[in-house]
Structure formats: C-alpha cells, structure tokens
C-alpha cells in the first residue's frame, strides 16, 4: 500500500487520487479555523510559497474532533482560510482524523509515522490538555490536535511526524532536504 491508493473529497465535495500528487513532495495537515494553533496558517502560507514552484504541495484537512475547533461546513471553514488567513493551498473535506469514522489517509499516515512524544514550545500545555482528555494518550498513534502535520517525500514515503508544538522552522528544514 501506498500513498497513492488513496482517494480524498476536495473541498467541493469531488473525489481525488493520491496519484496526483506523484512526484511532489507534501506535508499533510489536520486544521482547524478557531484553535490557538491556527496562526500558523501565516507561517505554512510563507513555507508553501517558498517550496512551492519547486514541487512542494500543502494538503489541508479540516478537522472538528479537538476542542469542536473547526466548526462549521467545509465551504464556511474555506472562506475562512481564504479571507481571514489567505490560505494558497488546497482545502479538502472536513474529515475524522481518530476513531471508527477516521479518514482511510490519516490511518495510513498514522501507521507509516506513529506518535512519540509532544516536543517544542506549548508542548507541557498541550500535554496537560491531553491528560485531562485521555489520561492514556501516549499510548497509541492517534492524532492528538489540531495542525499535526505529515511530511512525504517525492516516492510517496511518509518521512516524518511533527505534532502541533513543533517549530515550523523545524518543519521548514525538513521540507527544504527533501526539496
């Protein structure tokens, strides 16, 4: 199995293959428009216009399962993104990213690149909001919050994790390697 067997509803509601994105480098991200972590739609926009005109795509998932932080439909939460962040990048259907309605790419993802630790700056923050949610969160894979992000290499590899903490600056270097 592959990346590039899986297919996603875009925005309007369309389905796309994976296979489109053949020979690009991706960073995937689970977002949400009314999180404390949704200022780094800034830095991804300055991220995606730096990579992108050498193969680098954005691959947005809207998200409501952390905090019920992305309410709203998927047309509201991209005319958020648009208006308000000025997201470049594409937008796909709001989705599940845990649980038994999780979208078939975050189960793929999370399998590839498990979760290790929540690390950076707000990590002990985060890790004091996750306790009180699910006292046994360090022991399994599910996405923790919104803007975790997956980076995949030009084969189609999930390469690396980085959870919402992380700094972009770190994700920035990761992309630029790979580039």
């Keep these: 199995m592959s990346i590039y067997d899986f297919e996603v509803k875009d925005g309007d509601g369309n ?7 053949k020979d690009k480098v991706l960073l995937i991200v689970n977002s949400a428009t009314k999180c404390g972590f949704t200022p780094q739609y800034t830095e991804l926009n300055e991220i995606y216009a730096e990579f992108h005109d050498d193969g680098f795509e954005i691959l947005d998932f809207p998200c409501n399962q952390f ?13 958020v993104c648009r208006s ?14 845990n649980g038994e309605n999780a979208s078939p790419l975050f189960e793929y993802l999370k399998s590839e690149q498990p979760f290790t630790d929540i690390t950076g ?18 022991d399994n894979d599910d996405i923790k919050w919104n803007f975790t992000k997956f980076l995949v290499d030009r084969q189609g590899n999930v390469v690396r994790r980085f959870e919402p903490t992380e700094d972009l600056e770190d994700v920035r270097q990761a992309i630029k390697d790979l580039i």
């Design 67 to 79: 905090g019920k932080q992305a309410p709203g439909s998927t047309e509201e939460i991209t005319e």
């Design 84 to 97: 308000k962040w000025l997201v470049p990048y594409q937008i796909f259907d709001k989705i599940d990213v």
């Design 121 to 138: 700056k707000g990590a002990t923050k985060l890790k004091l909001v996750l306790k009180a949610v699910d006292r046994h969160y360090k």
């Design 15 to 21: 389905m796309v293959s994976m296979s489109q994105y």
